[in-house]
């Protein structure tokens, strides 16, 4: 079944506390991003990435690293999270690049809480 | 920069009625523009898509059709049925050269009554 992985689903952790939340698509796309959703403020993107060894600040990447080692996984690392960071994050993917039909696969979420 | 505007919510309908949400957007170039759907405790879904101006999009008998001339995507059902009850998102791409973006609206949260 094609779809995109993200792990965990929900993690609860302090200030400080370094975290990585993985995602993996089985679909052999190479455009990947994360967004979070925030009430009252839709989603917005964090990071892509075009390819692998390619990423690139997407609207708030403050606060956030990615890397892109191999083609299927994406993974979003919070280094020092903050409380404002508390979020949902959902990582999404696409095969195409350029101009084309702009439908991006996601997963299922991770909810994220920073004390 | 490019933005898209929808209705805000909540928004309460009862089984059968006809939906509408409303989206404009903002944008330099031609986008294309979707309408996403979030059942509850899911990721997105696209729900349709329309590349083009005048172009229809149509899904599980939702519509919207591309609007250059009042850059709007609204989204419309003639019968909505419980199942339904989700959060719509309205959605813009611009392929900007090393990005290909998503631009959402906030976001209607629809919730349909038996």
């Known amino acids: 079944e094609a779809q995109v992985t993200q792990n965990p689903r929900y993690l609860i952790t302090v200030t400080g506390k370094k975290l990585t939340v993985t995602c993996s698509q089985n679909?052999?796309?190479?455009?990947m991003s994360w967004y979070r959703q925030d009430p009252g403020l839709g989603l917005r993107q964090i990071y892509y990435?075009?390819?692998?060894?390619?990423?690139d600040k997407g609207d708030v990447p403050e606060g956030y690293k990615v890397s892109r080692k191999e083609k299927r996984n994406f993974p979003l690392i919070l280094e020092s999270p903050s409380p404002n960071q508390t979020s949902l994050y959902f990582c999404?993917?696409?095969?195409?690049?350029?101009?084309?039909?702009?439908?991006?696969?996601f997963g299922e979420g991770s909810r994220l809480t920073v004390l | 920069g490019d933005s898209v505007t929808q209705m805000e919510g909540p928004v309460t309908l009862s089984e059968e009625a006809f939906l509408t949400i409303n989206c404009t957007y903002t944008?330099?170039?031609?986008?294309?523009l979707f309408w996403y759907v979030q059942y509850p405790g899911e990721g997105l879904q696209l729900l349709l898509k329309?590349?083009?101006?005048?172009d229809k999009g149509s899904n599980k008998g939702f519509e919207a059709t591309y609007r250059k001339e009042t850059t709007s995507f609204h989204l419309e059902k003639g019968s909505v049925q419980v199942s339904d009850s989700a959060v719509y998102f309205c959605?813009?791409?611009?392929?900007?050269?090393?990005?290909?973006?998503?631009?959402f609206g906030k976001g209607t949260l629809l919730t349909v009554n038996p």
């Open positions: 999404a993917s696409t095969k195409r690049q350029g101009a084309d039909t702009g439908e991006l696969f």
């Open positions: 990435s075009m390819n692998v060894e390619v990423t």
């Open positions: 944008a330099t170039g031609y986008p294309s």
């Open positions: 959605a813009l791409s611009e392929y900007g050269g090393s990005n290909y973006k998503l631009t």
């Open positions: 679909m052999n796309h190479e455009y």
């Open positions: 329309a590349t083009k101006a005048d």
